[in-house]
């Protein structure tokens, strides 16, 4: 493939970096929460934080990144398909800082600080105060499984594009060859 019809391998990096730490945070997220009160569920909270702000960390990054670098043009498709693909792209971007956000807020209305990595503590952006905390903690789950359902959809599109399409859509961005 040109240049022009992949991405960059900055976008490409930033790209699957994201997608792993969502899955992984996600899978925490599910799990974590089955567990009984233990050091165990204690740790993978704390986990969970620091993927969450990671992965915000890593939104930004992506976005500016995206913002100050043309993508390659679209693949020829119907409209229809084109038009679902830039609503979903542009609901996962807002998910991508949605979700992380919900969760820091709903852990500082909790009165659970969030020390990213054990080292940095970073502040808390609402005040404690329980009733907005079960509140965010809804919103965040919500947005969550809004954001699991959008990756789901995102992945079934591309294995469309790759196995009945065979337009080479996953190869713009690292997969294979055209």
């Not at 100050?68 to 609503?87: E, F, I, K, N, S």
């Not at 009165?111 to 005040?127: E, H, N």
């Not at 809804?138 to 009945?164: D, N, Q, R």
């Amino acid at each position: 493939m040109s240049p022009a019809t992949r991405y960059t391998p900055v976008a490409i990096a930033l790209h699957w970096l994201l997608a792993l730490a969502i899955v992984g945070a996600l899978g925490v997220g599910l799990y974590m929460t089955s567990l009984p009160f233990s050091p165990m569920r204690l740790k993978l909270y704390n986990w969970h934080k620091w993927a969450g702000v990671t992965i915000l960390a890593l939104s930004a990054l992506r976005l500016l990144w995206r913002l100050t670098h043309r993508p390659p043009a679209d693949l020829p498709m119907p409209a229809w398909q084109a038009q679902a693909a830039h609503v979903t792209h542009g609901l996962l971007y807002a998910l991508f800082f949605a979700v992380p956000l919900f969760g820091w807020a709903y852990s500082s209305a909790a009165g659970y600080p969030i020390v990213w990595f054990g080292v940095l503590p970073l502040p808390d952006f609402v005040p404690k105060d329980k009733e907005l905390a079960d509140t965010l903690k809804e919103l965040h789950k919500f947005a969550a499984y809004g954001l699991a359902l959008l990756v789901l959809a995102h992945v079934g599109a591309a294995l469309k594009h790759h196995f009945i399409d065979r337009d080479g859509l996953l190869a713009r961005i690292g997969l294979g060859r055209a």
